[in-house]
């Protein structure tokens, strides 16, 4: 069992959203609960009351009542909240709890300087952009494509979209052009909206080229609006319009078009790292509602907030962070590199705009680890009361260093859940003891559960990730899925009628839950299961490794199979023996002789999506064959370039392995 780092305060129901909740359930549903775990149960239980109160006790404004809660309840096809018609954006732009002349929006970066949006100017903008649409012809269901970063312009541009019941998709605009078309061309936008470039660091990228092909690659696009971002006196690409062009000023009043709860509101992607990536929908309805309860009732976020992840607008944490004004909270937006000049650089910003809840990924926090940073005496973080931390399993030594270093008061929650349900599904609440290395909770409304080889729910073991109860944020479906074909092949086909999510998880006698990889990027050894998050946690413990990746190459004739180590060494380094001896016993000591690897080699780079994630899956493919182009799109990678260590090593190996 981990160490107890931070215990509720004994006042928490007083201080909390999740506290208020509890007294208004109490009030006027006439529902008491002693505990978290109680209020969990129930909630996953009665699908119908629980989301039906989240409803009521957030005053969701809706142009026409639901006339049920949920009418169909099987996974696929649960159909939520019949009758009602809605916006998303009239919902965020409601922003409760704030006047007009309140900051909601602060944009800060390394391309421009610092922009502040009030409650009233995010309205006006918003209003400008919708007209600015709908002269361009933007009706409800048209697709609109932002290649923008995380800039005001590109979540004004979201809500006017949202606002007209057009469908918004967002690239970032570090995505190389065939990432975006292949993502694009699914959809098909009408309205193209481009940076013409921007500012990593202090590297100025040109992306006037990326967006041309794009453009040329995209022929149901009618219009093209670049954003002049690196260059403001920069001349407009031919045919294209202006930002100013589509935010004029205009008589036109912000008007919402009312929808049903399940109308498209945004496509995400599933990473791409394989394939065509997945165009996920997603709903008005189904993410106001869980974004409401995640902000308000997990985050605890509300009117004295700022709240900041560190995201692009290729991850769904963007989007998950710009519904922060539907709870009140003003957001706090990045564009850049967040190592520079240094890793100090996010804690830094953090301070300067009084940052409440600041939430980033488990890699940024173990690279501040790494690096001996201690951000409380490089900036003022006393309004910090929550740090996020998602992407990848955070270890135990991650929540001791942001105790040790940030903040001894305020509450780490690790949380996963990904982009097909845009939020996380496990995570934290005030009402909750933080451990070392613990998710705390499964989240209020998702019926997670650890299944075992033979489909039995299991505790304190290890097991697949499933959601066996319907939650509003799943899938309207896959773009161009009409049959749902697609939809069923990625979630239901192992587990008929239960979500399969493809990670393994323990879940413990208490709640507590801890995520050791993907599924599908298991370590199999002599038929017992190794998650891969574990034995990263060990190897990049030890000061000389940087990065590493795992991979277990299975064998055909039913063997042990390989273990294969690479990893990237600190500067000046190079790998030999006693350095893999070194490796080898603490993985021994640490994890189980199981764990050792036959061979360990130095690469330069480990692969990862520009969201950060390792490409386990890819490196596998590519070393048992796969040509590198059909294992990975390189375009939505970081570092594409380092998979060409992979398939040498792969082509080394064939060749070393031919018989005479």
């Known amino acids: 069992m981990g160490d107890v780092l931070w215990t509720p305060p004994a006042d928490v129901r007083e201080r909390s959203r999740i506290g208020d909740y509890l007294r208004w359930l109490r009030e006027h549903r006439g529902l008491d609960f002693a505990d978290y775990d109680a209020l969990w149960q129930w909630s996953v239980t009665d699908l119908d009351t629980f989301w039906r109160s989240i409803w009521d006790h957030f005053e969701v404004v809706a142009h026409t009542p639901p006339t049920a809660t949920l009418a169909e309840r099987g996974m696929p096809g649960a159909r939520w909240f019949p009758g009602a018609t809605l916006n998303y954006a009239e919902n ?93 061309q699914q959809i098909e936008p009408t309205v193209l909206v481009a940076v013409d470039g921007y500012r990593y660091g202090d590297k100025p990228v040109d992306r006037r080229a990326e967006v041309a092909a794009i453009r040329a690659a995209l022929p149901s696009v009618r219009h093209t609006v670049s954003i002049d971002y690196l260059d403001p006196e920069g001349a407009l690409p031919e045919g294209a319009l202006g930002w100013a062009d589509l935010a004029a000023p205009t008589d036109e009043p912000l008007t919402f078009t009312p929808v049903p709860f399940d109308h498209p509101l945004y496509v995400l992607y599933s990473s791409g790292t394989t394939g065509l990536p997945k165009p996920i929908v997603h709903g008005h309805g189904g993410i106001l509602l869980e974004h409401l309860k995640m902000l308000a009732l997990h985050h605890d976020l509300g009117p004295a907030d700022r709240f900041f992840w560190f995201t692009t607008t290729g991850w769904m ?110 995570g934290g609440v005030p009402l909750l003891p933080v451990y070392a290395g613990e998710i705390a909770c499964r989240a209020l409304g998702a019926k997670v559960e650890a299944r075992s080889a033979d489909g039995t729910p299991v505790i304190g073991e290890l097991g697949e990730l499933v959601i066996t109860e319907p939650m509003p944020s799943m899938p309207v479906g896959f773009w161009n899925d009409p049959a749902g074909t697609r939809y069923r092949e990625a979630y239901f086909d192992v587990y008929p009628g239960v979500w399969r999510h493809g990670d393994w998880i323990t879940i413990n006698d208490r709640g507590g839950c801890v995520i050791t990889g993907r599924s599908d990027a298991t370590l199999n050894r002599g038929g017992v299961r190794l998650g891969t998050a574990e034995f990263y946690s ?29 990893v990237v060494l600190a500067e000046g380094l190079h790998l030999d023996d006693p350095m893999r001896a070194k490796i080898c016993r603490e993985l021994r000591t640490a994890l189980s002789p199981r764990h050792v690897p036959d061979e360990i080699h130095q690469v330069r780079a480990v692969p990862r999506t520009l969201s950060a994630k390792k490409l386990e899956v890819p490196v596998k493919k590519i070393l048992t064959g796969t040509p590198v182009d059909s294992a990975a799109a390189k375009g939505a990678l970081a570092n594409p370039e380092s998979l060409t260590a992979f398939a040498a090593f792969a082509q080394r190996r064939a060749t070393d392995n031919t018989p005479a």
């Open 92 to 184: 965020v732009l409601r922003m409760p709890g704030r006047v007009d002349d309140d900051p909601v929006v602060l944009a800060h970066g390394q391309t421009r300087a610092p922009v502040t949006l009030t409650a009233a100017e995010l309205r006006e903008q918003v209003r400008r952009v919708s007209a600015g649409l709908r002269r361009l012809g933007v009706t409800a269901g048209d697709r609109v494509a932002a290649y923008a970063p995380n800039i005001p312009e590109t979540y004004v541009l979201l809500l006017a979209t949202a606002s007209l019941g057009a469908i918004f998709s967002s690239c970032a605009p570090e995505f190389g052009t065939r990432s975006v078309t292949d993502r694009w």
């Open 317 to 426: 944490m963007w989007n998950f962070l710009v519904s922060g004004p539907a709870v009140g909270a003003a957001i706090v937006l990045f564009d850049g590199n967040p190592a520079h000049p240094d890793l100090g650089g996010l804690w830094r910003l953090a301070a300067e705009t009084g940052t409440t809840y600041l939430g980033t990924s488990a890699p940024f926090l173990l690279a501040c680890r790494k690096a001996g940073l201690v951000p409380r005496e490089i900036a003022d973080l006393s309004a910090l009361r929550g740090v996020g931390s998602t992407g990848a399993p955070l270890p135990a030594e991650g929540f001791h260093w942001v105790y040790e270093t940030v903040g001894d008061q305020l509450q780490l929650q690790s949380l996963s859940g990904g982009t097909d349900v845009c939020t996380g599904f496990v």
């Open 538 to 566: 060990v190897v990049e413990g030890l000061d000389e490794v940087v990065d590493s990746v795992v991979v277990h190459l299975e064998d055909d004739e039913g063997g042990a199979g390989e273990l294969l180590l690479f």
